[in-house]
């Protein structure tokens, strides 16, 4: 089993910085692959950024050049630094983890991100 906890979520304007973290605690197998989903309202989630664990990322295309992931083994956290926020970015944001990317068995309770002036 697999605990996620996700923190730095809130409110920012249109153009600014968040950062997101997300703790795992429980089987290291299980967090070969970490990342971060969203939903808006009305919509279905969507993958934002994913990383296994040896530092290879992939990112969907409205989100490249904006947002870095990252993580740090030693603490099994993932991060998600998000930069020039835009309105379309607001959602919540899910942490998720598994084997493999087809297997994100685990998934964070979200935080909210909301970019509004």
């Known amino acids: 089993q697999v605990q996620l906890v996700e923190s730095g979520g809130g409110l920012v304007q249109p153009g600014g910085s968040l950062r997101l973290s997300c703790a795992a605690s429980g089987s290291i197998f299980s967090t070969n692959v970490m990342g971060w989903y969203r939903q808006a309202p009305g919509k279905e989630r969507e993958l934002v950024a994913t990383?296994?664990?040896?530092?290879?990322?992939n990112y969907a295309n409205s989100v490249k050049g904006r947002f870095t992931i990252s993580r740090d083994n030693a603490k099994n956290t993932v991060y998600l630094q998000m930069n020039s926020l835009k309105p379309e970015d607001t959602a919540v944001y899910f942490c998720?983890?598994?084997?493999?990317?087809?297997?994100?068995?685990?998934w964070g309770q979200g935080t909210q991100v909301t970019v509004s002036s």
């Open positions: 998720s983890a598994g084997v493999a990317l087809r297997y994100m068995d685990y």
């Open positions: 990383i296994s664990r040896g530092s290879t990322t």
